[in-house]
């Protein structure tokens, strides 16, 4: 049976229909699928920790192919049809709860080599992938399908417009790329944007900082007044406006610059100074 047959068969089995407000748009392309866990390099050392499992297509790709899938679902009626459909597999372990609330370190304490694959709920992308970096959790990569335009924001670079404090706070933790591209079309039922398949290579060392705290506050302030030049949107993190320039001039850095000019290494040698 094709996904798009298997999805419907599944979901008029159980009488269910996706739920918009937790983001079920559910994949329908065998390739895509093959595809992530492709790139996510799955193998049999690995455990892997899937978010959203859904109806769980992509999980029981990835059960083929891992040691191990610690897949956490918040749905009830999603969780009914996991726990069947899985039953008789070994390596999967279902986790019904808020991935949000969920404390991952401890799921993952006796593990090696976890990685996170997911299909995201798009409606708390961010939220989930700040948990999985903040946390320091003992992870190697996270792969995972998230909006197209959140990818971009991901992996972009200095000068542009997707370039944000989100995009260095993703570069401080991990090495982000783009490595799937995937239309809408790959989804039931069809969402309104496009999607694509980042993976996050987290970083074993990180630009090395006085104070994490500081960096973060930098950032923030910088982006958020990202129209002004830093030389005016710096003021205020500690700093006067004279005090702001001195800084600046020490550190060579051009106060007529914005914060989507600054390098993620620009922003420690101030985040540095700060500290
Ligand atoms: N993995 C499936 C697939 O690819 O077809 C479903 C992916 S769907 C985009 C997102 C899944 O995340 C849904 O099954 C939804 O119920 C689940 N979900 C939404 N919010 C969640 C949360 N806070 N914690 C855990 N799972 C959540």
């Not at 050392?45 to 899937?50: A, F, K, L, R, S």
């Not at 040691?67 to 749905?75: C, H, M, S, T």
């Amino acid at each position: 049976m094709n996904l798009r047959a298997e999805t419907d068969f599944l979901l008029k089995k159980y009488n269910l229909k996706a739920k918009k407000s937790l983001g079920q748009n559910f994949l329908i392309s065998e390739e895509i699928v093959n595809n992530i866990v492709e790139v996510a390099g799955v193998s049999n050392e690995d455990t892997i920790i899937e978010i959203g499992p859904g109806l769980g297509t992509l999980t029981s790709k990835l059960a083929e192919n891992a040691k191990e899938v610690i897949a956490i679902e918040l749905d009830d009626s999603m969780i009914t049809v996991l726990t069947e459909r899985f039953s008789l597999y070994d390596n999967v372990k279902l986790i019904h709860a808020d991935v949000l609330k969920t404390d991952l370190k401890e799921l993952i304490k006796d593990k090696s080599s976890v990685k996170v694959v997911a299909n995201l709920p798009y409606y708390i992308t961010t939220p989930i992938v700040m948990k999985l970096l903040e946390e320091n959790l003992d992870i190697v990569q996270i792969t995972v399908m998230v909006q197209k335009e959140v990818g971009e924001r991901f992996t972009a670079t200095p000068n542009g417009k997707e370039y944000g404090a989100i995009t260095v706070s993703i570069n401080y933790y991990t090495e982000p790329s783009i490595v799937i591209d995937v239309p809408r079309d790959n989804f039931d039922p069809v969402p309104d944007v496009d999607s694509c398949v980042v993976n996050l290579k987290v970083r074993k060392e990180r630009v090395e900082l006085k104070n994490e705290k500081n960096f973060f506050k930098v950032i923030k302030a910088a982006f958020s007044q990202r129209r002004k030049n830093i030389g005016n949107s710096l003021v205020g993190v500690g700093k006067s406006k004279q005090e702001v320039k001195e800084m600046l001039d020490t550190l060579k850095i051009d106060s007529n610059l914005r914060a989507e000019n600054l390098s993620l290494e620009n922003f420690a040698q101030i985040a540095d100074y700060i500290s």
